[in-house]
Antibody, heavy 118, light 107 residues
């Protein structure tokens, strides 16, 4: 069974940093491109970032480009999201997602909440 | 980026009735559209992909249709467990984008 478990969320001050982790199991992690998606409280879903299976290629939404960095450690079956220069607009539930090769999001973690506030 | 617009924002339906949710793309996404259901405190769950293919384990009362820019999710006879928020998602163009959601509530 595919499981994605996010951690690392919490309360951080504006301008601060946080690193999120996503521990994956139930599939061959090193074979799959992985993604981060977020959802602000009471709002819709927003794509954030993608990393290929070997970490060789990454993509970012314009809203986080230059501030967030996606990475992975295939030896630990773990996906990361380093978030810097956080603003209140980054307050959201952050999901780790495994996508089908054709594009739709099949497996979602339970999310980890990031709150940016002074 | 492609803007996905869902309507209505809220749909009030009685159990057993039919619900029809709409999703419009700002440009063609072919059939590269998915629908998700989200209940409070839960992650989204994939319902439909390829505009009309039900995901594994999804009941037949859920159906999707459309292509290009106009899509519909129909729930033929609403059950109590179907009251939730529904999102559409285009994966035809990068970046992938989502609609703002339709909340299906009990009338």
């Amino acid at each position: 069974e595919v499981q994605l478990v996010e951690s690392g969320g919490g309360l951080v001050q504006p301008g601060g940093s946080l690193r999120l982790s996503c521990s994956a199991s139930g599939f061959t992690f090193s074979s799959y491109t992985m993604h981060w998606v977020r959802q602000a409280p009471g709002k819709g879903l927003e794509y954030l970032s993608t990393i290929t299976n070997n970490g060789g290629s990454t993509n970012y939404a314009d809203s986080v480009k230059g501030r967030f960095t996606i990475s992975r450690d295939n030896s630990k079956n773990t996906l990361y999201l380093q978030m810097n220069s956080l603003t209140p607009e980054d307050t959201a539930l952050y999901y780790c997602v495994k996508k089908h090769s054709s594009g739709w999001y099949v497996y979602w973690g339970q999310g980890t909440l990031v709150t940016v506030s002074s | 980026e492609i803007v996905m617009t869902q309507s209505p924002a809220t749909l009030s339906v009685s159990p057993g009735e039919r619900a029809t949710l709409s999703c419009r793309a700002s440009q063609s996404v072919a059939s590269n559209l998915a629908w998700y259901q989200q209940k409070p405190g839960q992650a989204p769950r994939l319902l439909i992909y390829g505009a009309s293919t039900r995901a594994t384990g999804i009941p037949a009362r859920f159906s999707g249709s459309g292509s290009g820019t106009e899509f519909t999710l129909t729930i033929s006879s609403l059950q109590s467990e179907d009251f939730a928020v529904y999102f559409c998602h285009q994966y035809n163009n990068w970046p992938p984008t989502f609609g703002g959601g339709t909340k299906v509530e009990i009338k």
